[in-house]
């Protein structure tokens, strides 16, 4: 196994499935599959999920909320999409806890760090919500700051593409693919694969990033196991 320590990025919008709002269960259950399956493997795993399947902050401005309340409302959504998770992979017989950036008990742990990397050494997924807990921040950037502040090894950004294009390649047929990308290639490139925030976060703490398909079954697996399998970013 090449990573034994992980933060996997999901999108919110990704477990709405072929629908654009709510959760569906058939992907829900799979992605606690695949993330039960390398836990058993002694990876130890930390997931941030958006919320964008619920509710959008940055969208909910434009139909007239004040930006913060737009951004504290995102955090919510991301939390009931990690209560979601977090149910589903116990069900599958895995063990996990919800950890919220903002104080939250009983719907979840306040999230600590010391307390977060305990609960991974003990084989639990670790559910880290709410983003930073501040507004103005996605949770892009609060998946690259807990990558950093819990020691991953890497960033794993588990999405619908199988990795980082010259273009969409679901809107340009002509779209390559990158192997591996350098952050300095994909700033001058201008490719949009996180906000710049956390791209920064990313670069300056050397915490490389791999973009794959999270949606094909077994693919957390070969990501973590070394196999190539999307588009690695790195200094």
Known sequence: MKY?????????ESLAGKGNHGINETVLDEYARQVIEVVNKKCEVSIVIGGGNIFRGLSGTKSGFDRVKGDQMGMLATIINSLALESAIKKLGGKATVFTSIRMEPVGELYNRDKVVEEMKRGSVCILSGGTGNPFFTTDTASALRAVEIGADVLLKGTRVDGVYTADPEKDPKARKFDKI???????????????????????????????DMNKPGNLMKVVNGTKTGTLIYN
């Not at 034994?4 to 919110?12: F, P, T, V, Y």
């Not at 201008?190 to 956390?198: F, N, P, W």
């Not at 670069?203 to 794959?212: G, T």
């Open 4 to 12: 034994s320590r992980i933060l996997l990025k999901l999108s919110g």
């Open 182 to 212: 350098s952050f300095e290639e994909a700033i001058a490139l201008r490719l949009k694969i996180m906000d710049s925030t956390a791209f920064t976060m990313c670069r300056e703490n050397d915490m490389p990033v791999i973009v794959f």
